[in-house]
């Protein structure tokens, strides 16, 4: 299982529509709406030095799809396309202002699931369950993993209109993700689990760690004295080193590369104080 030819490529993603395309068009309406309010609104209490605002709320993970990337050097998934679907969960975090404009922002999570889909080419399965050596046209597709992470992030944030109700911000920063749990669960279509560890040979998976930057863009609506309903968009640059083994393998095996870099859209009510 571990020989084949090694490569390095990148391969076609899979388009999809769904939650990702129905957020981000909430997300455009949203942000559309707290740009007339930023103009129409009175001028406000602004964010003095030490500042702190709390915020919690709900947020989706939106990964892209793309094949792996790097040095493949198993056959299996030399053409394989990786796909981590959308998470949603809990986030929370909070703000704290240097001065009136400039503020460092802190993003926690719980942990958030997300179901690993993978698309694998050129498998040929005989009626034995053994696979057999050779490259067709034919694809099979289905869940391949389980994983939570968290995605802490520091961002400096540059707040461009202090003094109103809305007050819009950008911001850079890093991000450093782990991955608490990978648990491999193949449920590929049209072949039994049987079929699957023949072909694969596969125990166990392993995600590494991930440092990158993050980038961010939001706004602050008070509606209240410490009240405050928060919008943001975040981008996370994440690449995560696959990992896998079994008694196939000669220990741990590194499959390639996952380029997540997901979009992160988030809805929060926070409190200043």
Same mark, same amino acid.
């Given at each position: ?61 939106? *990964?892209?799809?793309?094949? $792996?990337?790097? %040095?493949?050097? =198993? &056959? ?9 679907? @959308? ?98 669960? *193949?449920?590929?279509?049209? $072949?039994?689990? %049987?079929?699957? =560890? &023949? ?9 590494? @760690? ?64």
């Amino acid at each position: 299982m571990g020989s084949g030819v090694a490569g390095t490529r990148r391969l076609h993603k899979r388009s999809r529509s769904g939650p990702k395309d129905v957020i981000m068009k909430i997300f455009k309406y949203l942000l559309a709406a707290a740009g007339l309010l930023a103009l129409a609104s009175s001028s406000a209490l602004a964010y003095e030095p030490g500042t702190f605002i709390l915020r919690g709320g709900v947020g989706t993970i939106s *990964p892209q799809s793309k094949a $792996l990337s790097g %040095e493949v050097e =198993d &056959a299996a998934f030399y053409e394989a396309c990786v796909e981590v679907d @959308d998470g949603t969960g809990f986030l929370w975090g909070g703000t704290y202002m240097v001065t009136r404009k400039f503020g460092i922002d802190l993003l926690g999570a719980m942990p958030i699931s997300h179901d690993v889909d993978v698309e694998l080419w050129g498998l040929d399965v005989g009626s034995s369950g053994d696979s057999v050596d050779s490259i067709d046209e034919t694809a099979v597709s289905g869940r391949f993993a389980k994983v939570k992470q968290l995605p802490p992030t520091v961002t400096f944030q540059w707040h461009m209109a202090p003094d109103r109700k809305f007050q819009p911000y950008v911001g850079v920063g890093m991000n450093f993700t782990t991955f608490t749990s990978a648990k491999y669960q *193949p449920s590929i279509n049209g $072949l039994t689990r %049987e079929e699957i =560890d &023949a072909i694969l040979g596969i125990e166990k998976i392993h995600l590494k @760690d991930s440092f990158g930057v993050a980038a961010q863009l939001g706004g602050d609506w008070m509606i209240g004295d410490h009240t405050v309903v928060s919008l943001d968009v975040r981008y996370m640059d994440i690449d995560s080193e696959l990992f896998i083994s079994g008694d196939s393998f000669d220990g741990r095996e590194k499959v390639g590369t996952l380029d997540i870099d997901p979009w992160v859209y988030s809805l929060n009510l926070g409190y200043q104080f």
